[in-house]
């Protein structure tokens, strides 16, 4: 079976979607508890996809911060003895899935931002 992989392009500013984008990415909006984002991912793993390319854009560090390990809030609800919410927190991105940035440096469109891909090697 081939290896397969996702894309998701974030990069877009979200004008569209203004006031509501000026301060927070379109992508972090949240629906219920959950940011938009993590429901597209969460249905790409569902799917057995486990590597999965984010192309962002520099003002998207909310974003890629999601997707990163928080040491410090996992300690923290570790030391405070809040299991659930660890959990939650460790779910968002799941064990053996690699969720992985490229930047794109400039708003060129959704071509350019998929073209984006053949430069990071995964």
């Not at 790409?44 to 999601?66: C, D, M, Q």
């Not at 064990?95 to 071509?111: A, D, H, K, S, Y």
Request: proline letters at 7%; glycine letters at 6%; one cysteine or more.
């Amino acid at each position: 079976m081939t290896n397969l992989k996702a894309v998701i392009p974030v990069a877009g500013l979200g004008m569209h979607m203004l006031p509501a984008t000026k301060a927070i990415p379109k992508e972090m909006l949240p629906i219920v508890d959950k940011p938009m984002i993590q429901y597209i991912v969460d249905e790409i793993v569902a799917a057995g996809i486990k590597e999965i390319l984010l192309v962002t854009h520099a003002s998207k560090n909310a974003v890629e911060n999601h997707f990163d390990t928080s040491y410090e809030l996992e300690s923290l609800l570790e030391q405070r003895v809040k299991r659930q919410l660890l959990a939650e927190v460790q779910s968002i991105c799941p064990p053996g899935v690699t969720i992985m940035n490229v930047r794109q440096g400039e708003p060129l469109g959704l071509g350019h931002s998929i073209f984006m891909c053949t430069t990071c090697h995964w």
